[in-house]
């Protein structure tokens, strides 16, 4: 079975930057599924953040400071994250589904394996 491990949070000052990693394991090849980032901050739902599959998509709130790349020799995904901000601190998760179509979806739903998070915080 498909397994995800993040990697990468810690606490940065407002205006840093940060990268976080998901590592896949257990699969023949990533560009078979769609890999998502999540978040969830205390009390608050969790929330799609990016994801990639044929194509990219990025959440309002962090589209223009976030990048996500993928390394399929490595089975990595890389979650670029500038300009950081305080309401961007949470636990952000990796998220991975078995890929139908280009297209790539930021509801929880629709991602059957998932990571234990790592988490990030934006504080001076």
């Known amino acids: 079975q498909l397994q995800v491990v993040e990697s990468g949070g810690g606490l940065v000052q407002p205006g840093g930057s940060l990268r976080l990693s998901c590592v896949a394991s257990?699969?023949?090849?990533?560009?078979?599924?769609?890999i998502a980032w999540f978040r969830q901050a205390p009390g608050k739902e969790r929330e799609g953040v990016s994801c990639?599959?044929?194509?990219?998509r990025y959440a309002d709130s962090v589209r223009g400071r976030f990048s996500i790349l993928r390394d399929t020799a490595k089975n990595t995904v890389y979650l670029e994250m500038d300009n950081l901000k305080p309401e961007d601190s949470a636990v952000y998760y990796c998220?991975?589904?078995?890929?139908?179509?280009?297209?790539?979806?930021?509801?929880?739903?629709?991602?059957?394996?998932w990571g234990q998070g790592t988490q990030v915080a934006v504080s001076s």
């Open positions: 257990r699969l023949s090849s990533l560009d078979y599924y769609t």
């Open positions: 990639i599959s044929g194509f990219l």
């Open positions: 998220a991975a589904e078995r890929r139908s179509d280009s297209s790539c979806s930021l509801r929880r739903m629709d991602y059957s394996y």
